[in-house]
């Protein structure tokens, strides 16, 4: 029979009382909370007040607990405790995405070193399966892609602005007022949240530990009603979806921007809170989840479930990673987009290699082309700045094609002369 666990919980807010409540509304698995350590002393706590601590040694020097788990809201804190508990040789639960994706290397590095486990589950599509899918059912088969819907309120927020019209400001307080954005939504709205989760999986699909700063987010700060209405007039939605994709130099492109999303697309129909995951492997083709990527129970579920897998002794292998799955993370790739822009000073900025469509009208100007990836990543701040837009055509990252040797001398010949 499983052991069970004793486990002391960092954090009792939206994610920590889920825990507290599916634990104990499940019928199959049992463990035991022994201590909470949270925050502020004067809030008021729906738990006994013995089992609270404001002093993270209560558990962290604690024999008698097995495992920790993490669950505050703060990045770095949250990693002195994670590592500390690691090297004390405890195993580690947690749902903190931006602090895996920060310190991704060092923990990886520290449970090898400690012979202990670290499970995330949570922290990457809410309740949806995802990472453990990866590690185990797409352990060997090579991916093509990975993409999706990883942020339920920027989902929330397209839901509702592009279906039902409403503001932009309304969505936002809306998503808000239903607790699925935080009062300060800049990590959600500006696509850090979704890059987070992105570098995490990239890990265990492609084997790379990738640095947060080096992957492009673009977000939906600047989405203008007239996007919306180039979108609507082509049947298309916008979703902001990441998309981590292996190219033919068995190199992988990362980035997360607004893409619009044709009917004939799984994710065309995943809305509000909802998050999608879209695996496609080199052989069995693809794989859709859809599950609540956020929320207290959903996400409490997620986390038990990694609790209950640690009760059975379980570690993420990370096989892609020992077996060097892909060759090195680049920037140097093409993609196609819709870029809305003000003036021509912008266009120069953001060098297009080919023009599909093009509109320059009294109200607003787009065009439609391909352009590198760098190029967007060198103009990030530029294009937040001066309220451009950019939304991705379709999911598809390509290298730049190779011209034709012909070609090249005769441009350089022109240049020249
Ligand atoms: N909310 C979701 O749906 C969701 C989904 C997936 C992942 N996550 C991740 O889960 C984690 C928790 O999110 P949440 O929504 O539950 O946050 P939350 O509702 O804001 O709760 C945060 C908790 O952390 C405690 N805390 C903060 N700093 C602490 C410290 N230094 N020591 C001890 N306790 C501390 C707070 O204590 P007080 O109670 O004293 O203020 C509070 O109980 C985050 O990493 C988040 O990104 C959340």
């Known amino acids: 029979m499983a052991k069970k666990l004793k486990i002391g919980l ?48 209560e558990i962290l020097n604690n024999p008698e607990i097995d495992v920790i788990v993490e669950l505050i809201d703060d990045a770095e804190e949250a990693f002195n405790i994670v590592s500390e508990a690691l090297k004390k040789g405890k195993h580690v639960v947690t749902a903190n995405k931006k602090m895996l994706a920060i310190h991704l290397e060092e923990l990886y590095e520290l449970q090898i070193k400690n012979n202990v486990s670290l499970l995330y589950e949570a922290s990457a599509g809410g309740s949806i399966p995802i990472i453990r899918t990866l590690e185990e059912y797409f352990d060997n088969e090579e991916l093509e892609k990975v993409s999706g819907i990883f942020n339920g309120t920027t989902n929330y927020i397209l839901t509702k602005t592009i279906n039902e019209k409403l503001s932009y400001a309304v969505a936002l307080k809306q998503a808000q007022e239903k607790g699925f954005a935080e009062t ?38 600047t989405l203008h009603e007239n996007d919306i209405k180039y979108a609507s007039e082509k049947d298309y939605k916008i979703k902001l979806t990441p998309v981590i994709q292996r190219l033919p130099n068995d190199k992988v492109g990362v980035l997360v921007a607004p893409r619009f999303v044709k009917e004939t697309n799984q994710l065309f129909n995943v809305e509000n809170e909802f998050n999608g995951v879209i695996v496609e492997g080199k052989f069995s083709g693809e794989q859709f989840l859809q599950g609540k990527g956020a929320g ?8 038990l479930s990694d609790i209950s897998a640690l009760s059975h002794g379980y570690k993420y292998e990370y096989k892609k990673h020992v077996q060097k799955h892909a060759s090195n993370f680049t920037n140097d790739v093409i993609v196609n987009v819709y870029f809305r822009y003000n003036s021509l000073i912008d266009l120069n900025k953001i060098e297009f290699d080919e023009i599909s469509e093009k509109y320059n009208g009294g109200d607003y100007n787009y065009i439609v082309g391909k352009v590198n990836l760098q190029t967007l990543l060198n103009n990030r701040d530029y294009i937040l700045k001066n309220k451009l837009f950019i939304s991705l055509v379709n999911d598809t990252i390509s290298l730049k094609a190779k011209k034709a040797e012909a070609t090249v001398n005769k441009e350089k010949q022109l240049i020249n002369n």
Request: glycine share 10%; net charge neutral; charged share 25%.
């Open 10 to 57: 960092f954090g009792f807010g939206c994610v920590g009382q889920g825990l507290h409540y599916v634990l104990n509304n499940s019928t199959g698995f049992k463990a035991d909370i022994v201590k909470i350590a949270v925050k502020d002393k004067t809030k008021e706590r729906s738990v006994s007040k013995d089992l609270i601590t404001f002093d993270k040694y």
């Open 184 to 221: 300060d939504p800049t990590n959600d709205v500006e696509g850090y949240d979704p890059k987070f989760k992105a570098v995490i999986i990239a890990l265990h699909a492609f084997g790379l530990i990738i640095k947060p700063e080096e992957v492009l987010n673009l977000g939906i700060t």
């Open 296 to 303: 207290s129970y959903p996400t409490g579920a997620a986390v």
